[in-house]
């Protein structure tokens, strides 16, 4: 973790200005994790060793989970060193596809299994299984609820749906029917579901379906005509970044009108699949599975800045932002403030612990230096402290996607903390 100081006169100016600070890339055939320098541009493609059929990474508090899909279990690394620091066993033929964390948990889609597993963070060897249907694959949480993908399985695909899961009680709560293939998908600041449903790799091509969340109604599709599709994902500029499986670049739609910018004759970054971006630069990658794979960079109005080769196989992607714990460099005071999740959708937790009682306020700030919301301003005892951040400002409205600050004031010594609302 870098740790700078700054005057408090220039502190929220200087965070409005910062990116990713290191990109961490699976590459599946090579079965290693690529760790790249965003400031230097250099790569270690061999940064860690990965299992067998390494299917997604996820970043959070210094730590890496690496999904093995073949080894059917959650590796967690450091995300300083590479090193191994626990694995999370699943059992034999779960095939893990997808893991999210939230509020101390990671939650684990089974594609063999048919389940979604719930494991306890502080606690890895606690989890929970629940049946949700055949072969499920994406997640996404909104407002307390877990929507898991239900495919159906290759090569009927006869169950397509949207699982909803109760968080508080860890049920199914309702379906969501859906066209084929239900494989991944994403949840914009709008409230609505956006999901590829790929088809069944013949007769029954892919298509995007918009749900609004609010009544669980499909509201438009998208037809992406004879070609499939593996990755979805909010971009810049609100579009839609939706990634062709055979690498011919990237299809794009406005969340908001769902007007194709990109199709057909344009597609955006062309021979690239995946993608990642910050504040600064977007981050497409060429999945080569027999030779190196390409990281590029290019600027938000889409110039290209350089490239990176990578291992064999790239697959998922993940960025480690600046944990940034900025002190008021006058007299230093340690504070252990924490945020968890972060990217988070749609709260986030904040802890933070006092050695003795004293006067403390605590305030989300977005990337303007505005003020959005006073969670406390008291005495408060010593210990442990957690406020959780459901996204809304002061009046109770839900806020954008986007860069927050939570600032912790104790004894007029200041802490600011870097959240990412992703939606």
């Not at 996820?58 to 090193?83: A, F």
């Not at 937790?349 to 008291?378: H, M, R, V």
């Amino acid at each position: 973790m870098k740790k700078m100081f700054f005057s408090i006169s220039i502190l929220i100016w200087s965070l409005c200005f910062l990116q990713a600070q290191e990109l961490f890339i699976v590459n599946s055939n090579s079965c290693t994790l690529s760790k790249v320098n965003i400031e230097n541009y250099s790569v270690n493609n061999s940064f860690a060793l990965l299992g067998e059929y390494a299917n997604q990474v996820i970043y959070d508090r210094n730590k890496l989970y690496v999904v093995n899909s073949g080894d059917n279990n959650i590796v967690i690394l450091n995300s300083e060193t590479g090193q191994l620091i626990n694995t999370i066993q699943l059992g034999n033929s779960v095939n893990p596809w997808n893991i999210l964390l939230h509020n101390e948990y990671a939650y684990v889609t089974g594609l063999f299994s048919g389940k979604v597993y719930k494991v306890e963070l502080r606690n890895t060897q606690h989890i929970i299984d629940l049946d949700v249907g055949n072969a499920p694959q994406a997640l996404a949480i909104d407002n307390g609820l877990l929507y898991v993908s239900i495919t159906g399985g290759y090569p009927l695909y006869s169950e397509s749906k949207i699982a909803i899961i109760d968080l508080n009680t860890f049920t199914v709560i309702d379906y969501i029917e859906v066209p084929t293939n239900p494989s991944e998908m994403v949840i914009d600041t709008n409230g609505f579901m956006h999901i590829i449903c790929t088809g069944n790799y013949a007769n029954t091509t892919s298509q995007v379906v918009i749900i609004n969340l609010a009544n669980r109604e499909i509201v438009h599709t998208l037809a992406l005509n004879w070609s499939f599709y593996s990755t979805i994902q909010l971009g810049v500029n609100n579009l839609i970044f939706v990634g062709n499986a055979y690498g011919l670049g990237f299809y794009t739609y406005n969340q908001n009108t769902f007007e194709v910018v990109n199709g057909y004759g344009n597609f955006l970054f062309a021979g690239c699949d995946r993608l990642l971006f910050d504040e600064d630069y977007l981050y497409p990658v060429k999945s080569d599975f027999y030779s190196a794979s390409i990281l590029y960079f290019y600027r938000h109005d889409y110039s290209f800045v350089r490239q990176i080769s990578l291992a064999i196989g790239a697959n998922s992607m993940a960025y480690k932002k600046n944990d940034v714990s900025i002190i008021d460099n006058t007299n230093a005071y340690s504070i252990n403030l924490q945020v968890f999740p972060t990217p988070f959708n749609p709260e986030v937790l904040i802890s933070f612990t006092l050695e003795n009682p004293d006067y403390a306020s605590l305030t989300i700030f977005n990337s303007k230096g505005q003020k959005i919301k006073s969670l406390f301003n008291a005495k408060i005892n010593q210990g442990l402290h957690q406020f959780l951040w459901q996204a809304t400002d002061q009046q109770g409205h839900k806020v954008a996607s986007g860069v927050y600050f939570c600032q912790l004031i104790v004894n007029e010594k200041t802490v600011l903390k870097k959240m990412v609302l992703l939606k």
